[in-house]
């Protein structure tokens, strides 16, 4: 893991010890109910290990986008929530202006400041806000709101 990754997430309240990363492999991406990329080229990568998944893999920002579109007020088992996103994203996701190719990726902030850390970590967190709002989740604690 980069030291600036590292720092940032320990200064968030993230235990790392034992990361690892690991590729995808095309059985994980089998599996999923869905899968999350942080650019587009990433998306086009995993989809191609397994074509017959590529309705449930998205970039982060698209993903975030099409969640806050498909925003319910019904509540969703937490068990079936990846399931039920990857569905309801394809159903707007032809209702919805496209984004501008620009706004499509995360940046990676490999070779930059430790600024860049933090601004894309920023990015991450108010996309997850969005992914993770778009329903509330059956017996789950109400997130505080900011």
Not at 36 to 44: C, F, G, L, N, P
Not at 58 to 86: K, S
Request: proline share 6%; hydrophobic share 40%.
């Amino acid at each position: 893991m980069h030291p600036y990754a590292e720092r940032l997430l320990r200064n968030r309240g993230v235990d790392v010890t034992g990361w690892l990363s690991h590729r995808v492999h095309p059985e994980s991406v089998a599996r999923a109910d869905l899968v999350v990329t942080a650019t587009q080229r990433q998306r086009d990568q995993v989809a191609s290990l397994r074509p017959a998944a590529m309705s449930r893999v998205f970039g982060l920002f698209q993903l975030a986008r099409w969640a806050e579109a498909a925003r319910t007020a019904d509540p969703v088992n937490p068990a079936d929530f990846g399931a039920w996103l990857a569905e309801s994203a394809r159903s707007v996701r032809s209702h919805t202006q496209p984004s501008r190719s620009d706004r499509r990726d995360l940046a990676d902030p490999n070779g930059h400041s430790y600024r860049q850390f933090v601004r894309c970590a920023d990015l991450v967190d108010l996309a997850w806000k969005s992914i993770l709002g778009a329903a509330p989740l059956t017996g789950a604690v109400a997130r505080p709101s900011n």
